[in-house]
């Protein structure tokens, strides 16, 4: 399988050298397309960034790694051809808004676009957001299944290239969102092709929504605690950060999970959230339930919320995973300088059934699992505590409640206990994630005969 090198490309034009790949050099310079958070000096045109801020874009293209493949041949220009946002061989997964069908946005972690292309070249078109100067998404991008160096937008570019020297025939792309909706939003414009847009396989018959919190958004996955990289800033020279180029949706067991069982999969997770209270509510107090019927989840400028209303229709799931209670059962940092009371446990399973009658509104016929907490534990920060134990005891509550109650499609699912998680703030790393997300899949299959 040949692993293309990913390098920027401003004009948008994709030139192949006979035999070989075009350095980005060897491109006459012209002025990139700015997008919405481009900063430019008055007159001057913003420059291309370095490859190295698409990391590992200097590594070698057909041939092996870091090998340059760039042959002194004469350029040739294949067709290139722009294939819009609206195209209707796209297909989208996740909460995205097609208010303007040639610029859909979105928010949500993991939100994924999937095509097919007959070609040997392909680049992305994408806006970023860039929110408040110093947020950026960032995304993963698959070539046939093979991971391609993660794609880091730049402000004033919209056009990346991501693959080129690519063997004839079709080939499949995936570009999802690893970052989470308070990162900021961006807008797919569309792919380039040096080829040919072709109609994709139906979607998988099987569809799952996953509502959680920083687990399930990916916090951390990619860094080990107490690293550097944890509180890595986004852009270079930005305040703040929280490590958001090693957050990572599509690494979390969530992920992970629908993969394994051939899936088509929803997040709606957001850091810090929970179902009663959030682990702060210092910045944005709204608990799930609040947020869960909307489109962007985050916070906006001005300290409000865009309440864009998420049509339930548009995505009806056979299977709806539930991880939240991290949140609620921790002490949690609001007010900072004493702990707040406990969480009862009657008090969040009373939340808990109101929630899942909701969801089962909008779902009738889905089977809902209720989980527990891979990072929850006992005896901490009092010896007396039992967290972890009193989330267990609550979600199988609910399912027995629930279940009593004349609806058997709702389950309870122990997650195993995590001593400690190995990422960013003792959050599961991506082998714990791996581990996670096949225990699921296996509990799954057993209950349902998937």
Not at 111 to 117: L, N, S
Not at 153 to 175: K, N, Q, S
Not at 216 to 234: H, K, L
Not at 423 to 447: F, I, K, S, V, Y
């Amino acid at each position: 399988m040949i692993r293309p090198k990913l390098r920027l490309l401003s004009t948008g034009a994709l030139i192949i050298a006979a035999g070989a790949c075009s350095d980005a050099s060897d491109s006459p310079a012209s002025t990139p397309t700015p997008g919405p958070g481009a900063e430019t000096p008055a007159g001057e045109p913003p420059s291309d960034p370095a490859p190295e801020n698409m990391e590992a874009a200097s590594n070698g293209a057909s041939g092996g790694a870091g090998e340059s493949t760039t042959a002194d041949l004469p350029l040739q220009p294949n067709a290139v051809t722009t294939f819009d946002a609206d195209n209707p061989f796209f297909q989208y997964s996740g909460r995205v808004s097609f208010a303007d069908p040639k610029r859909p946005e979105f928010s949500a972690p993991g939100v994924y676009i999937t095509a097919r292309f007959r070609g040997s070249a392909v680049a992305v078109l994408l806006d970023d957001q860039f929110k408040w100067g110093n947020n950026r998404s960032f995304f993963d991008v698959t070539i046939d299944g093979e991971p391609q160096p993660k794609l880091a937008p730049e402000m004033g570019i919209t056009r990346y290239l991501v693959a080129e020297g690519l063997p004839p025939g079709e080939h499949d792309i995936v570009i999802a969102k690893r970052t989470e909706a308070s990162i900021g939003r961006a807008a797919f414009l569309g792919l380039e092709i040096e080829g040919e847009l072709l109609e994709p396989p139906p979607k998988p018959d099987l569809r799952i929504e996953f509502i959680g919190d920083s687990i399930t958004a990916g916090a951390g996955v990619e860094a080990a605690d107490g690293s550097a990289d944890c509180s890595a800033p986004a852009l270079p020279g930005a305040d703040g950060g929280w490590g958001q180029p090693i957050n990572n949706a599509n690494a979390t067991y969530a992920a992970v999970a629908a993969r394994d069982l051939g899936a088509e999969y929803h997040l709606t997770a957001v850091s810090g959230i929970g179902l009663v209270r959030n682990y702060s509510s210092s910045f944005d107090a709204r608990p799930m339930p609040e947020i869960y019927d909307l489109t962007f989840p985050e916070m906006i400028e001005g300290n409000t919320w865009d309440m864009t209303v998420w049509d339930p229709s548009r995505f009806v799931p056979d299977v709806v995973v539930v991880t939240l209670g991290t949140n609620d059962f921790s002490p949690g940092d609001n007010p900072p300088a004493s702990p707040r009371p406990n969480m009862a446990i009657a008090d969040y399973v009373a939340a808990y059934e109101a929630f899942l009658t909701m969801l089962r509104a909008d779902y009738p016929d889905a089977d809902i699992y209720a989980l527990s907490s891979p990072m929850l534990g006992n005896g901490w920060p009092q010896a007396t505590d039992t967290f972890a134990d009193d989330l267990r005891a609550a979600v199988a509550q609910v399912a027995s409640d629930l279940n009593t109650a004349g609806d058997a499609r709702v389950h309870a699912f122990v997650m195993t206990q995590l001593t400690p998680g190995l990422g960013c703030g003792t959050h599961p790393n991506a082998a714990q994630h791996e581990m996670l997300g096949l225990q699921l899949a296996a509990e799954l299959r057993a209950t349902l005969g998937l």
